[in-house]
């Protein structure tokens, strides 16, 4: 064989080496990897459905993380023992109040909240835990009633929590709004020790959301990283004389090992940022 000839044999399987690796990297990344933590072991009906919210000019908004399984009035009750207050909504008089509340930093924990959109619907419920002494910073969460029968018959319910860390500029419409803290896992737990101490849940799970996300960004072009995981609240009927320490019913081990992984890396890249 020539050597012009062994030149091009080594060639083709170099090609054909680098297909493989290739093929095989687009099949973990694309495939495998996003089967393996893709889970829905409780409230199956909600597997096929979107897992991030959206503004009113349809641009993709806040991931969805938390959840609730009870009725609405459960939801209310819960929330409110949980030291969470409703929001006001959207007015005149309820947006100068807020301008008030950050100007003049004077309390107002009703304050009212952007609207977000989920299915094409507003959310139902909106409660906020004030952080400081306006409204300028907040814990506050979203609630859609994503199925009217969950598993055991009650409606269930999904939710997008966030912390706004202060007032400014969208980075994408210019428009004033609040800014969102990047780690919204952080405010996700927050919402489920509130509920825990408040002694209204009955067991918590979680299921797959978003997946697992370094550099999303919402609505108003803030960024945020996630575990991509709802985790959910089976509320006690009634919302009182709940356990004081409701037992977690544990994910699959495979996302319990994603999980580990993920929370052992995104401290690190969150600190680069």
């Given amino acids: 064989m020539t050597n012009i000839a062994k030149s091009g044999t080594r060639k083709r399987r170099w090609r054909y080496r680098l297909a493989v690796v290739l093929l095989?990297?687009?099949?973990?990344?694309?495939?495998?990897?996003?089967?393996?933590?893709?889970?829905?072991?409780?409230?199956?009906g909600l597997a096929s459905l979107p897992m991030v919210t959206r503004t009113s000019d349809?641009?993709?908004?806040?991931?969805?993380?938390?959840?609730?399984?009870?009725?609405?009035?459960?939801?209310?009750?819960?929330?409110?023992?949980?030291?969470?207050?409703?929001?006001?909504?959207?007015?005149?008089?309820?947006?100068?109040?807020?301008v008030g509340s950050v100007v003049l930093d004077r309390p107002y924990r009703n304050a009212p909240v952007s609207p977000?959109?989920?299915?094409?619907?507003?959310?139902?419920?909106?409660?906020?835990?004030?952080?400081?002494n306006s409204a300028d910073r907040r814990n506050h969460v979203r609630f859609w009633k994503a199925l009217e029968h969950g598993d055991d018959g009650r409606p269930v319910w999904l939710g997008a929590a966030t912390f706004d860390r202060g007032v400014g500029l969208s980075h994408d419409t210019g428009q004033v709004t609040h800014h969102i803290d990047a780690n919204i896992d952080a405010e996700?737990?927050?919402?489920?020790?509130?509920?825990?101490?408040?002694?209204?849940?009955?067991?918590?799970?979680?299921?797959s959301g978003i997946?697992?996300?370094?550099?999303?960004?919402?609505?108003?072009?803030?960024?945020?990283?996630?575990?991509?995981?709802?985790?959910?609240?089976?509320l006690v009927p009634g919302a009182a004389n709940g356990p004081a320490d409701?037992?977690?019913?544990?994910?699959?081990?495979?996302?319990a090992l994603k999980d580990a992984i993920w929370h052992g890396i995104a401290p690190k890249a969150d600190s680069r940022r």
């Fill in 246 to 255: 409701p037992p977690t019913i544990p994910p699959p081990a495979l996302i």
């Fill in 116 to 132: 977000l959109y989920y299915l094409g619907k507003k959310e139902q419920y909106a409660f906020e835990k004030p952080a400081g």
């Fill in 188 to 207: 996700r737990d927050l919402l489920m020790t509130d509920l825990r101490e408040a002694r209204v849940v009955s067991n918590f799970f979680q299921i």
């Fill in 24 to 44: 095989t990297y687009l099949a973990l990344a694309y495939f495998l990897a996003p089967l393996l933590w893709i889970h829905h072991e409780r409230e199956a």
């Fill in 211 to 234: 997946g697992p996300t370094m550099f999303g960004r919402n609505g108003g072009g803030d960024p945020y990283y996630t575990d991509g995981e709802i985790h959910f609240a089976v």
């Fill in 58 to 98: 349809d641009i993709p908004a806040d991931p969805l993380n938390v959840g609730l399984v009870g009725s609405g009035e459960d939801v209310v009750r819960a929330m409110n023992a949980a030291g969470w207050f409703a929001a006001d909504a959207v007015t005149l008089r309820s947006s100068i109040e807020i």
